[in-house]
């Protein structure tokens, strides 16, 4: 898998084609992951997620692919903005008296059917990836990636310890930042 990510980062269009059957069933498992709560009858499946993500994946360019954590990580990524700028076409925004509670433990605020909840988490995950990029990935990679601690330190190249303290750490200033931003 490594070779076929640096051949597709070096610009070889068919080492994703040959990486993306390798990889699906993990995408699917982010995209799973990603819209568990759904409500029946929604027009998103996952199938569609991951579909969306791929056609982003494939305008990568000159990426330096280097491990799979860190391609999930991007594909993750890629998951959450599609989400994220669902809801945000919905028009969906949480103000005010449509204040909500988001509990960074509970993956189930990342449904489309929560879009509120999918846009206050995005814009205060920007404000943490502006105080803090590491900390700001850790949970990208954790919570919307699925990685454990240690794929996620060797994708980061930090020791186990740094990302379960950064993780920690991200949900306090995400919950604060979430509760002081509904005021």
């Given at each position: 898998m490594c070779q076929l990510l640096t051949e597709w980062g070096a610009g070889d269009g068919s080492a994703l084609d040959k990486l993306i059957p390798l990889v699906y069933r993990e995408?699917?498992?982010?995209?799973r992951r990603q819209m568990r709560d759904e409500r029946a009858g929604h027009s998103m499946q996952a199938t569609?997620?991951?579909n969306e993500a791929y056609l982003r994946l494939m305008e990568q360019q000159d990426a330096r692919w280097q491990h799979r954590s860190q391609f999930l990580a991007i594909a993750s990524k890629m998951m959450r903005r599609i989400l994220v700028d669902r809801a945000r076409r919905r028009g969906y925004q949480k103000r005010g008296a449509r204040a909500v509670h988001i509990d960074i433990g509970d993956v189930?605020?990342?449904s489309p059917e929560r879009?509120?909840?999918v846009v206050a988490l995005d814009e205060a995950l920007k404000r943490l990836e502006q105080h803090d990029p590491r900390?700001?990935?850790v949970v990208e990679l954790r919570y919307f990636g699925g990685l454990t601690i240690d794929e996620i330190a060797?994708?980061?190249g930090v020791?186990?310890?740094t990302v379960k303290r950064d993780w920690s750490l991200a949900k306090a200033w995400?919950?604060?930042e979430i509760q002081h931003s509904d005021r």
């Open positions: 995408l699917r498992l982010l995209a569609d997620l991951v189930a605020v990342m879009p509120d909840a900390k700001a990935t060797a994708c980061l020791a186990p310890i995400l919950y604060r």
